[in-house]
């Protein structure tokens, strides 16, 4: 048996000017997805996909010769994962070229709409047992900037560059000293980054001063000491996108009242934000509805 295993992600700094270019800092996550595979007497190749909670929720399978989708339980998935099958043996022709079947069976540690990606995670996961290059495969099947293959790659906090044909990725001593005064609140809604993405790149805006602001904000955010300067950068992230994306920040929208820094994550409307707090912050956000809050020791991986 070959078991593999991917970090999900959140992207600390930089969402949106990642994509084109900007420096961020982003964390892998203690939750993951992984990926078992076994041989099989037959000439085929059976997949599985488990929830976090070990429901089956997807199921299909596929000829080896030309991955041809013989029965699957969800068509559009099944088609998705088809493509990424094509394209891993378009990278290594002796992918699953060698006449023997396997059972795959892959599994998310994490609800599948906190956002913290089941995507880039079974990419990164076939790629692994594909022997390919993940990033290849994530830009040819989906896009996007490919921090979060650096996240699922990387078990500490990382700086991320998008660069081609290979990123800029180095890891990073990020435990800030005021740690346990941070959480992560999920907005109860995953958003759909493809359209995200899509109205940001409609934006007229000057580009390059965007990059280099967002450069200067992620270095300050890096070298914080003190808890006001950290959330004084995070703050001047949070207008600085607000303005570039024409939107409102996330506490204008849902929590006017909180009496400390709010700042999104990702794509803006849904998944997780951070918020800057103390022992009463989980009660204040599950007072208004929002359920999961948790601690960043809880939620970051550093090892």
Partial sequence: MNRFYSNGKLLITGEYAVLDGALALAVPTRYGQSLEIISSSENTLAWKS????????????FALSDFKVLHTTNPSVAITLQELLKASREQNPEFLN??????????LGFPNDWGLGSSSTLINNLAQWAKVDAYALLWKAFGGSGY?????QHNNPICYR???????VSEMDFKPSFADRLYFVHLN???NSKAAIANYSQKT??????????DDITTQILQSETIETFRESLESHESLLAEVLQVRTVKQRLFQDYPNTLKSL????GDFILAVGDATTPKYFESKGYKT???????????
């Fill in 50 to 61: 488990l929830d976090y909670q070990d429901q089956n929720w997807f199921e299909a399978q």
């Fill in 98 to 107: 060698q006449g023997e079947g396997y059972i795959a069976t892959s599994k």
């Fill in 148 to 152: 979060d293959i650096a996240c699922a």
């Fill in 162 to 168: 998008k660069k081609q044909p290979k990123p800029e």
């Fill in 189 to 191: 809604q995953k958003q």
């Fill in 205 to 214: 805006f000057d580009k390059e001063k965007f990059i280099n602001t967002v």
């Fill in 266 to 269: 990702g794509a803006w409307g």
């Fill in 293 to 303: 809050v948790i601690p960043y020791a809880e939620m970051v991986r550093k090892d």
